[in-house]
């Protein structure tokens, strides 16, 4: 049997006007190749009936539709409407869903002090499915759906990211696109995540390791200074897949940080777990970023500890007690002030390791000598210490981001490294 | 005349699996809108040729088609040879861009140390276009192409986002592609910015209004309890437009917070520069959420002096002070130690206006008397002071972000209410 054809749509003007960025397509497309089904394509499309009706219309010839966004209570939330036409399905309110959902918004009700009577004609909308769909969960009050029609699939989950990320399993469970998904070649991946080396230089290697094909794909994404590789195996693919990450390990094995999805910063936490060690950071130009990445993961309580956001110069050293000298003598973006940062932010939150971060993100405040994309950061511990010079390139946002993703990868350096390895 | 209508393709393999995010579809629907021609879609599709070929093909059916990617030097790159394809126009080399593209690559070969001969292949590709097609700049040895086809207007640029900005501005300029964005009725754009309404809300009352119709367009966003309203106006629009900001404004004025598209952190930070106000900020389940936002803008460091990022109990007792007897009388996450927390950084930094954030961001951490989702948050000022319980909903990520988002707006409320108003 061939391989089905899968197709992504997300919906909503404000994508198809370019005023937020979609975070769905490219989940769902990942979601979906991780389970050996590339995407044919995804469309972005905006909330206006005629062109809506009409992509949906299009994406239901496909083995696999999968749609985002459009099931909110409001009128022009029409995916539901519009795949049922499609499908050429009546339109039923589910009243088990009903029950369900109305429990929610007179909560919500109650809780906002508002009449339930708000509420009733969105409750009843949101209940109302194409027949034959089956509700997988709910987002707040839109429940996802999924629908089997002339033997294809078709899925519609909430825009929110968070929440179409939240009911996805319930998708991939469900035994109608299990059996899908069964028709799929069987295809393995491999992993590899490398922090240092350039994008052109793993691509190059790739393609003189004899580059995809013979049953291998591979994937090559460049995040923050990360290289993010994927490599897709089908059954015989072994040979092929094989040269190509024995190539990659040959020339930046020394620069190989994972083998799986965990984040650099889960990777730091778990190091410190491991060993019984607490961690802080003292940030100045990342404003909280790196905090805020080490408390993106679930169960962080355990090992961080806390910070110092010292965006000023008072700061650095009235809370952090950076010597007044040093700042007037160095300059606050300086490896002696992040030094220092790093040093003293340990003590003071009497943790075991720490790390700080200190640059220009511009665009202003740069200099001859400091220029923007300039970043000190600092690792220290009881067994050593780690310090590390950026010139950074791009925008103050990808500076921030950059410099906050390698403050990260520093301490998993601190932690990872032989005790004598002072080399930084 | 009808508006025309406008599709952007996005072609390219790594974006179609998702491995990177397409930056090119929004900043040419961003493009395109500000000309008045909102895209009808945005097709992101892999270099595979069927269904490139099919994509290509039905985008040809649009007023406006443009496309990225695809204009390189090898085989897989395809968009020229199915454009002409699907416009019925033969290939044809074009001489003078022949010899432009030479004289790169001659360049690039004699830097790189390799034979002329390892590019002509390439080259000639490259100089290939449709009949009728006009060349509208290089990126690289990648041309740009505008093709006029049958009423219809046809633009191909090169992948790279850096390179595709670059040349954009010559198919805007190019006598072809003014004339058909001169078609386009001339919209105006006002943007309402709300704080606190449900989207559903907000939706009832546009339709009650009219909803849209009569050269008034308007979409409703919700992004971490911010609801935003873009209202689009044609000429002779403004009746209805004007009925639609009437009713949101007699209904929720009292929320509504921008005119603009500035961000809270952006307001909050104008609005103590006006009064010469320094700030700094106290989080413990945001991680530093707050203090990243905030100096995400330009310029925060003359407002933003920093903060403590108080995770663990020790830190906001060691380095806030809070006291220990409040921890443990009313647990971390409690209006009284939220209170101390805004005090406490207040004095502590030596500002002049402080905000702290408190609460369980789950998926473990709640009890019945606390559960997840529940968030205190305090802002505290010389003039007064402002305390809001909140109960969130969503994931960790979605209350994480939510009550960033509310604490930036207690700031904003506390510096825009009148002296005497103590309402929270």
């Given at each position: 049997?061939?391989?089905?054809?899968?197709?992504?749509?997300?919906?909503?003007?404000?994508?198809?006007?370019?005023?937020?960025?979609?975070?769905?397509?490219?989940?769902?497309?990942?979601?979906?190749?991780?389970?050996?089904?590339?995407?044919?394509?995804?469309?972005?499309?905006?909330?206006?009936?005629?062109?809506?009706?009409?992509?949906?219309?299009?994406?239901?010839?496909?083995?696999?539709a999968v749609f985002s966004g459009g099931l909110g209570p409001t009128h022009d939330d029409r995916t539901v409407e519009l795949i049922a036409k499609a499908a050429g399905r009546a339109l039923r309110i589910v009243p088990e869903l009903e029950s369900d959902i109305e429990a929610i918004s007179r909560a919500v009700a109650e809780r906002l002090g508002r009449p339930y009577a708000d509420f009733s004609h969105g409750v009843r909308k949101q209940a109302t499915l194409p027949d034959g769909a089956v509700a997988l969960g709910l987002a707040g009050t839109a429940p996802a759906l999924l629908l089997e029609h002339d033997g294809r699939v078709v899925v519609a989950l909430p825009g929110p990211p968070g929440e179409l990320r939240r009911l996805w399993p319930n998708v991939?469970?469900?035994?109608?696109?299990?059996?899908?998904?069964?028709?799929?070649?069987?295809?393995?991946?491999?992993?590899?995540?490398?922090?240092?080396?350039?994008?052109?230089?793993?691509?190059?290697?790739?393609?003189?390791?004899?580059?995809?094909?013979?049953?291998?794909?591979?994937?090559?994404?460049?995040?923050?200074?990360?290289?993010?590789?994927?490599?897709?195996?089908?059954?015989?693919?072994?040979?092929?897949?094989?040269?190509?990450?024995?190539?990659?390990?040959?020339?930046?094995?020394?620069?190989?940080?994972?083998?799986?999805?965990?984040?650099?910063?889960?990777?730091?936490?778990?190091?410190?777990?491991?060993?019984?060690?607490?961690?802080?950071?003292?940030?100045?130009?990342?404003?909280?970023?790196?905090?805020?990445?080490?408390?993106?993961?679930?169960?962080?309580?355990?090992?961080?500890?806390?910070?110092?956001?010292?965006?000023?110069?008072?700061?650095?050293?009235?809370?952090?007690?950076?010597?007044?000298?040093?700042?007037?003598?160095?300059?606050?973006?300086?490896?002696?002030?992040?030094?220092?940062?790093?040093?003293?932010?340990?003590?003071?939150?009497?943790?075991?390791?720490?790390?700080?971060?200190?640059?220009?993100?511009?665009?202003?405040?740069?200099?001859?000598?400091?220029?923007?994309?300039?970043?000190?950061?600092?690792?220290?511990?009881?067994?050593?210490?780690?310090?590390?010079?950026?010139?950074?390139?791009?925008?103050?946002?990808?500076?921030?981001?950059?410099?906050?993703?390698?403050?990260?990868?520093?301490?998993?350096?601190?932690?990872?490294?032989?005790?004598?390895?002072?080399?930084?």
């Open positions: 049997m061939a391989q089905p054809r899968a197709v992504v749509v997300v919906t909503g003007s404000e994508l198809v006007r370019g005023a937020r960025q979609d975070l769905n397509g490219p989940f769902l497309a990942r979601e979906l190749l991780e389970l050996g089904l590339e995407p044919a394509e995804i469309v972005v499309v905006g909330d206006g009936p005629e062109e809506l009706e009409r992509v949906i219309a299009e994406a239901l010839e496909a083995d696999i991939v469970a469900h035994e109608t696109f299990r059996r899908m998904v069964e028709r799929t070649r069987r295809r393995t991946h491999r992993v590899l995540r490398f922090f240092g080396p350039s994008e052109s230089a793993v691509a190059r290697a790739l393609a003189e390791a004899g580059g995809e094909g013979d049953g291998a794909e591979v994937t090559v994404c460049a995040r923050d200074l990360e290289i993010h590789v994927d490599l897709f195996v089908e059954p015989g693919g072994e040979p092929r897949a094989g040269a190509l990450q024995a190539e990659l390990l040959e020339r930046f094995g020394h620069q190989l940080f994972a083998e799986d999805e965990r984040p650099v910063e889960e990777l730091v936490l778990d190091l410190c777990r491991g060993r019984g060690l607490t961690l802080a950071t003292a940030e100045s130009c990342t404003g909280g970023l790196v905090g805020a990445r080490l408390t993106s993961v679930v169960g962080a309580s355990d090992v961080y500890a806390g910070g110092v956001v010292a965006y000023a110069n008072a700061v650095k050293a009235a809370q952090l007690g950076v010597p007044e000298e040093l700042l007037a003598r160095h300059g606050a973006v300086s490896a002696e002030v992040a030094e220092s940062m790093a040093q003293r932010v340990r003590v003071a939150l009497g943790v075991d390791v720490s790390v700080s971060v200190t640059g220009v993100a511009g665009p202003a405040g740069g200099t001859p000598e400091k220029p923007v994309g300039l970043v000190f950061l600092h690792a220290a511990s009881a067994d050593g210490e780690l310090g590390q010079r950026l010139e950074l390139p791009g925008d103050r946002e990808a500076i921030r981001a950059r410099a906050a993703v390698t403050a990260l990868h520093l301490l998993r350096r601190l932690l990872t490294r032989s005790g004598t390895d002072t080399r930084d």
